[in-house]
């Protein structure tokens, strides 16, 4: 619904021309009419031309004229269309400008002027998402939610490190925007060069601001960003000793810990990966992925006892960890033992 007496504005031409778009994205047709006059219907009808298809006002107005020569459009809002196509230029060129690749397929934009086809132009798969509330994003293939209020914790900076990681195994790529602030964004990226790219907080930090130097980083998140590579840098140097074989093949690491120069180490073939998050390991030949919230089923107590049983049975063996806890990846162990 499109209130008539405020119907000729930006926002509602925006309304109209996304709503069509995301109707025909789902295969359905649209139909638009106007108490006041079929005319108003049409002149309405133009914003998704010109937003999706990129076609004028005139063009678009000369089509409907041509196809509809009776009906007399309504010049008002063909004036304030004209307008709002302009700004919608200006919005496009200054878009592209503005997302940047920070790191190699981690991408920055304002969360104000991210567009369905500045997301589109810029190949973007994996859109992080920090805000209040979730906004739908359709362009993206993936919408992965942070909280603002809750953004710079330990939890999150493993969800956004391992979704872009993820993404990029994938050849994709990921965009970080914020609510509140581009500076806040750019700061949560490091997360992902710090865990999968053995950078320090400190040099990823001066490379954003020297790509971006009017983005001020987000001070209280470098500081908790600091404590957190420390804590990984820490559990992977214990995580090299702490890889143990609890059953003849089948080995349990904290999650934390557990690295590509660890699997490699331990001659690890399989990872049963217990988690929200696939893990991104290049050295195991197979990462199983366990869902974490449903890991204590009959079927998962099956599959993790078949995947180890097979993996011993090819001459490998298979390392089983889990993101909540490494007490409940041992239990988890147990149905090899019981089964075999």
């Given at each position: 619904h499109?209130?008539?007496d405020?119907?000729?504005?930006?926002e509602?031409?925006?309304?109209?021309?996304?709503k069509?778009?995301?109707?025909?994205?789902?295969?359905?047709?649209?139909?638009?009419?106007?108490?006041e006059?079929?005319?108003?219907?049409?002149?309405?009808?133009?914003?998704?031309?010109?937003?999706?298809?990129?076609?004028?006002?005139?063009?678009?107005?000369?089509?409907?004229?041509?196809?509809?020569?009776?009906?007399?459009?309504?010049?008002?809002?063909?004036?304030?269309?004209?307008?709002?196509?302009?700004?919608?230029?200006?919005e496009?060129?200054?878009?592209k400008?503005?997302?940047?690749?920070?790191?190699?397929?981690?991408?920055?934009?304002?969360?104000?002027?991210?567009?369905?086809?500045?997301?589109?132009?810029?190949?973007?798969?994996?859109?992080?998402?920090?805000?209040?509330?979730?906004?739908?994003?359709?362009?993206?293939?993936?919408?992965?939610?942070?909280?603002?209020?809750?953004?710079?914790?330990?939890?999150?900076?493993?969800?956004?490190?391992?979704?872009?990681?993820n993404?990029?195994?994938?050849?994709?790529?990921?965009?970080?925007?914020?609510?509140?602030?581009?500076?806040?964004?750019?700061?949560?990226?490091?997360a992902?060069?710090?865990?999968?790219?053995?950078?320090?907080?400190?040099?990823?930090?001066?490379?954003?601001?020297?790509?971006?130097?009017?983005?001020?980083?987000?001070?209280?998140?470098?500081?908790?960003?600091?404590?957190?590579?420390?804590?990984?840098?820490?559990?992977?140097?214990?995580?090299?000793?702490?890889?143990?074989?609890?059953?003849?093949?089948?080995?349990?690491?904290?999650?934390?810990?557990?690295?590509?120069?660890?699997?490699?180490?331990h001659g690890?073939?399989?990872?049963?990966?217990?988690?929200?998050?696939?893990?991104?390991?290049?050295?195991?030949?197979?990462?199983?992925?366990?869902?974490?919230?449903?890991?204590?089923?009959?079927?998962?107590?099956?599959?993790?006892?078949?995947?180890i049983?097979?993996?011993?049975?090819?001459?490998?063996?298979t390392?089983?960890?889990?993101?909540?806890?490494?007490?409940?990846?041992a239990?988890l162990?147990?149905?090899?033992?019981?089964?075999?």
């Open positions: 499109i209130e008539l405020e119907a000729a504005t930006e509602n031409f925006n309304k109209i021309a996304d069509v778009s995301n109707t025909r994205k789902e295969g359905g047709n649209t139909l638009i009419r106007c108490v006059s079929t005319e108003l219907a049409a002149t309405l009808a133009i914003p998704y031309a010109v937003k999706y298809e990129g076609i004028s006002v005139n063009d678009a107005a000369k089509s409907i004229s041509q196809q509809k020569p009776g009906a007399e459009l309504d010049h008002e809002t063909l004036i304030k269309l004209s307008v709002w196509e302009r700004n919608l230029e200006e496009s060129i200054a878009m400008e503005e997302v940047t690749e920070i790191f190699p397929g981690l991408n920055l934009a304002s969360f104000h002027t991210l567009s369905e086809s500045s997301i589109v132009d810029h190949g973007i798969d994996t859109v992080i998402e920090v805000s209040h509330e979730l906004i739908d994003i359709p362009a993206a293939n993936t919408v992965l939610h942070i909280e603002l209020d809750e953004a710079a914790t330990e939890d999150n900076f493993n969800k956004i490190a391992d979704k872009v990681a993404t990029k195994k994938e050849g994709g790529q990921t965009l970080i925007c914020c609510e509140e602030s581009t500076g806040l964004a750019a700061t949560l990226a490091i992902y060069v710090v865990k999968y790219e053995g950078n320090s907080v400190n040099d990823a930090a001066k490379s954003i601001s020297q790509q971006k130097p009017q983005e001020e980083l987000d001070q209280d998140t470098l500081i908790k960003l600091s404590a957190w590579e420390m804590k990984i840098k820490e559990e992977r140097i214990a995580g090299i000793e702490e890889v143990t074989e609890i059953f003849p093949g089948l080995h349990l690491a904290s999650f934390l810990t557990l690295s590509d120069n660890c699997i490699s180490k690890i073939d399989t990872v049963i990966d217990v988690s929200n998050e696939v893990l991104d390991l290049p050295a195991a030949n197979t990462v199983m992925h366990i869902k974490l919230d449903e890991a204590a089923t009959e079927d998962n107590f099956n599959i993790i006892a078949d995947k049983a097979n993996t011993w049975k090819d001459g490998g063996k390392l089983i960890c889990c993101e909540e806890s490494t007490g409940l990846a239990t162990a147990i149905a090899y033992a019981v089964k075999y």
